[in-house]
């Protein structure tokens, strides 16, 4: 196996990891991708296989920037969730989008 086949197996490897969501596995995977590219610079790749690494680098880097954006929404969501008092986000028949706080109670209390 080429060392070009090696790095472009590693990053068929973090593909599955990545869609798989075992982002947990992913530093490990790094430090043979670390070992793999530096491999790489002892031996030229031709143009066509320096441009398949970086297609394959940049869809990687795009599920990862999507599984970022993911991770975010579900940490707001759950946050949304642990805190019903904060604002609501709605859209206006417009479509435009609209935040309703809510209103404080005037209900009282009395012992």
């Given at each position: 196996?080429?060392?070009?086949?090696?790095?472009?197996?590693?990053?068929?490897?973090?593909?599955?990891l990545i869609l798989d969501g075992d982002l947990l596995a992913l530093p490990?995977?790094?430090?043979?991708?670390?070992q793999a590219l530096s491999e790489l610079r002892h031996h030229t790749p031709s143009q066509s296989q320096l441009v398949r690494i970086q297609t394959v680098l940049a869809r990687n880097q795009r599920l990862l920037s999507?599984?970022?954006n993911?991770?975010?929404?579900?940490?707001n969501r759950i946050d949304a969730i642990r805190n019903p008092d904060r604002s609501?986000?709605?859209y206006t028949r417009a479509g435009a989008a609209q935040t309703i706080a809510?209103?404080?109670s005037s209900f009282e209390k009395r012992a």
């Open positions: 196996m080429s060392h070009v086949d090696a790095l472009l197996s590693l990053l068929d490897d973090e593909r599955r490990k995977l790094g430090l043979a991708k670390e999507a599984a970022a993911g991770i975010r929404a579900a940490q609501v986000k709605t809510p209103t404080p």
